[in-house]
């Protein structure tokens, strides 16, 4: 168990549709950084916060955006869902002192019909 | 910009048998280099990591991998495959932009047969 933890585990919806993916990232984390995992396009970074501030952007669609709150947990919104976008979400999160470590929560397995 | 390759999908091997995963980067900069094991069903969990400390690194369950800058590589060994090592493994190296996004690599799905 890495402390990181997702909800939901699955999540099934159809195109068009819009959802939210939770993280909690381990205790006293500030870093939580967001990855899709798809059978196509392997695992790639999506976007990263710190501290409740956006600190890097990789692949993400425009349909797609996250926030960190002030508790330090993060979302991931997808919005007008397509077949393309079903695959594994993963959060992950890093320690303060060793910030090239990060720990991955479960995942959510994102199905779109 | 940063990559990795990892070369073979599959790989299958006996039990007891070496296990060697392979791997290249490229980078501009020193990188950081990372493995992490996928079991089915599963988040990724860190098997060892390279931070330009001691060039063979030692992980968990007995792998460990070298870090040879002449051959841009970080291959990944273990002397004694064992049923439990059946898994998917990533191959990933910190973005030098400064922020320590992971880039993968496309992984290898290891098989150990008895």
């Known amino acids: 168990d890495s402390g990181v933890t997702q909800t939901p585990k699955h999540l099934i919806t159809a195109t068009g549709q819009r959802v939210t993916l939770r993280c909690s990232p381990r205790s006293g984390d500030l870093s939580v950084y967001w990855y899709q995992q798809s059978l196509d396009q392997g695992l790639q970074f999506l976007i990263q916060?710190?501290?409740?501030?956006?600190?890097a952007k990789g692949n993400i669609l425009e349909r797609f955006s996250a926030q960190q709150f002030p508790d330090l947990h993060s979302e991931l919104n997808l919005s007008s869902l397509e077949l393309g976008d079903s695959a594994l979400y993963f959060c992950a999160s890093t320690p303060s002192d060793r910030d090239n470590e990060q720990f991955f929560g479960p995942g959510t397995r994102l199905t779109v019909l | 910009a940063q990559s990795v390759t990892q070369l073979g999908s599959h790989v299958s091997v006996s039990e007891g048998a070496l296990v060697l995963l392979r791997c290249n980067y490229s980078s501009s900069v020193p990188p950081y280099l990372f493995w992490y094991v996928q079991y089915p069903n599963q988040g990724l969990q860190l098997l060892l990591k390279?931070?330009?400390?001691?060039?063979l690194v030692k992980g968990i369950n007995g792998f460990e991998a070298e870090f040879k800058k002449s051959e841009t590589s970080f291959h990944l060994t273990k002397p004694s495959a064992h049923m439990s090592d059946a898994a998917e493994y990533f191959c990933a190296v910190s973005d030098s932009g400064g922020y320590n996004k992971l880039i993968f690599g496309a992984g290898t799905r290891l098989a150990v047969h008895p």
């Open positions: 916060y710190y501290n409740g501030e956006e600190r």
């Open positions: 390279y931070t330009s400390a001691a060039t």
